[in-house]
């Protein structure tokens, strides 16, 4: 993102003043306005690929069981009557689904819809399969149990511990089948069609859309993909429904009159009569909004702006930091020659000081970490111990592995296949986070005094995301959030996840890693489970792939007109449906 010119940033933010202070009243007693920071690329679920999509679409549908915010156990049944009946051999599930249940259109949700989404989210051509792959590869069927509509059996290849969490209350959101699929796309292939197809790669999967282009699977996929962003379109079963969706501005989205909450539950309450997610791009200009009292809620606040933010000058807005359940990383790209050496990876992590980032550019609000497992997990191995920041230590490292200035022109070099090669690279962060990018030219001083030159580039979004899928970095600024129950790594770190899009960015390939994470989704006995989830982290510490930063809490500001505000550390950390506005 370039950087905008000081005189029409100003214009900008005077013009916000006077564009924030335009809503009413009534409009504020019976909504609540949460600020985004992206556009939504689209809000289905197989297809989304931001938390912020997420979010949204979470209001919208719902899955068979849900995460206890509390607990973090996916034990609520939701959609369905009871926790599945699981068979002894643990492929088999069977689900009975609750009857009344009504999509927003006023359509009964039944056994179908539930069968269609799964064949949707199974589509081999689905913008979002690449993610959605490692967890249901092995789901390989779903079938209505005797004909009962209201009776639905899955039947998985092989037994795997996060069914539940992963497949029944995170990624097989229903959606309607009526409203997908109305050429009845997904009736004319099988489940074996769907197995047949297993492209090993992205080029391999466009060379078959290509030869297929009439396929009901391709046609299936551009249809969500032609919908993705048609509001008409986007229903669910949620407690709320798209009102209006102006691209660059805001979705709002109002009650789903046909919605009914699960067995009365305090997690399915939905109080606002709306709630609008308002995007604005500038940090500054979103909390402008937030003291004029136009946005009610910043969710992800940066932490400069959250520390300057003076709740005794604006009496009507609360602030607080939270712990979550996430991580931040320097991410390096092991297909890089400088970063191959995992000798070379443990000296850089030495080169990060840590405790004074947090100190000075997170104003405290984070927690340094050793384990990508957090620590209130029954599986953390706590025998890791921190790295600590020793630009000595760093040295020898990098002398050890045979990085040296060899030409006398201040940077260290290497002779890799005949070559010298200097140690020079590039970080990559996104666009208007200033906190990733000062910590990035905190890093970049403290590598240059060791004789390495880092720059820094930020970019939109979209590229960043585009450049790391298609490993086109040297390294780069990143955090992701834990799983929201028991910790299961193989979609970050597994090899295979290194292909076809996924989400090995930094091409991290260790037979030792690859092992473990296999035997721990093969292992039903939570307790060996712990054991082999501990062994992963610690090979992952010995090898490096990437440099743990922190646990960063989550910085909120929010108008404090509602009540029943609570904050969790499972995904998102709020939900907007339970607060109440006051009246």
Do not use: C, Y
């Given at each position: 993102m370039s950087r905008t010119n000081v005189?029409?940033?100003?214009?900008?933010?005077?013009?916000?003043?006077?564009?924030?202070?335009?809503?009413?009243?009534?409009?504020?007693?019976?909504?609540?306005?949460?600020?985004?920071?992206?556009?939504?690329?689209?809000?289905?679920?197989?297809?989304?690929?931001?938390?912020?999509?997420?979010?949204?679409?979470?209001?919208?549908?719902?899955?068979?069981?849900?995460?206890?915010?509390?607990?973090?156990?996916?034990?609520?049944?939701?959609?369905?009557?009871?926790?599945?009946?699981?068979?002894?051999?643990?492929?088999q599930y069977d689900f009975t689904l609750r009857k009344g249940i009504k999509f927003a259109d006023g359509t009964k949700l039944t056994g179908a819809d539930v069968i269609f989404s799964l064949k949707a989210a199974k589509n081999p051509f689905g913008a979002g399969h690449t993610t959605l792959q490692s967890s249901l590869d092995w789901v390989q069927r779903a079938e209505l149990v005797d004909g009962d509509p209201y009776k639905i059996r899955f039947i998985v290849s092989k037994p795997y511990w996060q069914i539940r969490q992963f497949v029944f209350a995170s990624i097989l959101t229903i959606l309607p089948k009526h409203i997908f699929d109305p050429k009845n796309f997904t009736d004319a292939y099988s489940w074996d069609d769907i197995d047949k197809l297993q492209p090993k790669n992205y080029d391999e999967l466009n060379a078959l859309k290509e030869q297929m282009p009439d396929s009901p699977m391709v046609l299936s996929a551009q249809y969500f993909e032609e919908i993705s962003r048609d509001p008409d379109r986007i229903l669910g079963s949620g407690p709320y429904q798209i009102e209006e969706w102006r691209i660059n501005d805001r979705v709002a989205l109002k009650k789903n009159p046909n919605y009914r909450n699960r067995n009365n539950s305090e997690f399915g309450k939905a109080y606002p009569d709306r709630i609008i997610y308002k995007q604005i791009s500038d940090p500054t200009a979103a909390v402008t909004a937030l003291k004029t009292k136009y946005l009610d809620v910043i969710g992800y606040l940066q932490l400069s702006l959250w520390k300057n933010i003076d709740t005794t000058s604006f009496p009507f807005l609360s602030k607080t930091a939270f712990p979550q359940s996430s991580f931040a990383y320097i991410g390096w790209n092991i297909e890089r020659p400088y970063f191959r050496d995992q000798k070379v990876r443990l000296a850089l992590a030495h080169l990060i000081d840590r405790k004074m980032m947090i100190d000075t550019i997170l104003y405290g609000q984070a927690e340094q970490i050793q384990s990508v497992v957090p620590k209130f997990r029954r599986e953390y191995n706590s025998n890791i111990p921190l790295i600590d920041y020793n630009p000595e230590t760093a040295r020898r490292l990098l002398k050890e592995a045979g990085w040296e200035d060899h030409d006398g022109d201040g940077i260290i070099d290497k002779r890799i296949g005949g070559k010298l090669i200097p140690f020079k690279f590039s970080f990559i962060c996104n666009a208007g986070n200033l906190v990733r990018r000062n910590c990035l030219l905190v890093l970049a001083e403290s590598f240059r005094q060791v004789g390495i030159q880092a720059d820094v580039y930020a970019v939109e979004w979209s590229v960043l995301l585009d450049n790391l899928r298609n490993h086109n970095f040297d390294a780069t600024y990143g955090a992701w959030q834990n799983d929201e129950g028991e910790t299961d790594n193989y979609q970050l770190y597994h090899s295979s996840q290194t292909k076809n899009n996924g989400s090995n960015f930094g091409n991290w390939k260790s037979k030792r890693a690859d092992s473990v994470l296999e035997a721990i989704r093969n292992e039903m006995d939570a307790g060996k489970r712990q054991d082999l989830e501990k062994e992963f982290q610690q090979i992952f510490y010995e090898e490096q792939p990437v440099a743990l930063l922190w646990s960063p809490y989550t910085a909120v500001v929010w108008n404090n007109r509602f009540d029943n505000v609570k904050w969790y550390s499972l995904r998102q950390g709020y939900n907007p449906a339970w607060w109440i506005p006051r009246k």
């Open positions: 005189f029409l940033k100003v214009l900008f933010l005077s013009a916000s003043i006077f564009l924030f202070s335009g809503r009413s009243h009534a409009q504020a007693g019976s909504s609540v306005m949460v600020h985004i920071l992206n556009n939504p690329e689209s809000l289905i679920p197989f297809n989304s690929t931001s938390i912020e999509e997420i979010n949204i679409e979470d209001q919208i549908f719902e899955t068979l069981l849900r995460m206890d915010p509390i607990t973090h156990e996916p034990d609520m049944p939701w959609l369905a009557e009871a926790l599945p009946v699981e068979s002894n051999d643990h492929k």
